[in-house]
């Protein structure tokens, strides 16, 4: 693990975090990233989420998933998977997430709203799942891992940034725990196919943006927090330049072998990082698509 409090130049290289050792208290390297499957040896209980904030600026670009309240079948729908994702965040839980705002709003989300009907009965297992254009959804202990690193000794998050917006689902789960959350996609279906998914759920602290997520969005920065959901070999210059001092960064970095990272804004031009756990995500790539 590189030491917190050591200050470096970024972006930083890929050997600046492998072969580091895990920060005390976190969970171990998993020997097979984002299919981990062990079940939870007890039950959490949920915690109350916090009201959403006002819609914040509108940018050019961006789709607000606002649509009518959801069907009755719907609603049913979602009834009848309650105990199902109970359960999922009863494995997530034990396989070592304690932050009880993160494990809330993990259950609050129906996460079989975002995956393709043919794969419904593998919505909530503890693995990533394909969503077409060579992308995923990430699994469950993944999404609630980086979301609890970013949180860390954090009472509250105002204004996150998401890079890779996918099917919809982590920018889900962080809406409910943020003031605001911006995301970006930059692949056109990918965009309009989360647009689609968030629109019954009427998140009006979600704004989708498509765009080329490596250049973060300088508009409306400074971020309380911004998640990489895929992997570079270095953190690119301009999102550690949009975190607010104090803030946290967490990204996967690597190529084949990859270790999530986070990376907090302690001066104007000044960064600490610290080296997490094993991960595998789709490579991070610049421009539209």
Sequence with gaps: MNDPSERKTFPLPLSSVTGGVRKPGTPAPVATP????????HAIGGAPLPKAAQPGP???GYAMPAAPSAPAAQRSDLMATEAIRRAMVARVAGQGVRDHVVLAALEAVPRHLFIEPALSGQAYIDASLPIGHNQTISQPYIV??????MREGKGSLGRVLEIGTGCGYQAAVLAQLAGDVYSIERIKP???LAKANLRPLRLSNLRLHYGDGMLGLA???PFDGIILAAAGMEVPRALLEQLAIGARLVAPIGGQVQHLQRITRTAKSAWASETLEACHFVPLRPGIA
């Design 144 to 149: 609630a891992r980086m979301i609890e690193a």
């Design 58 to 60: 509108k940018l050019p």
């Design 34 to 41: 984002q299919t981990a499957t062990r079940n939870a040896a």
């Design 190 to 192: 990918l965009h309009e």
């Design 219 to 221: 508009q409306v920065a």
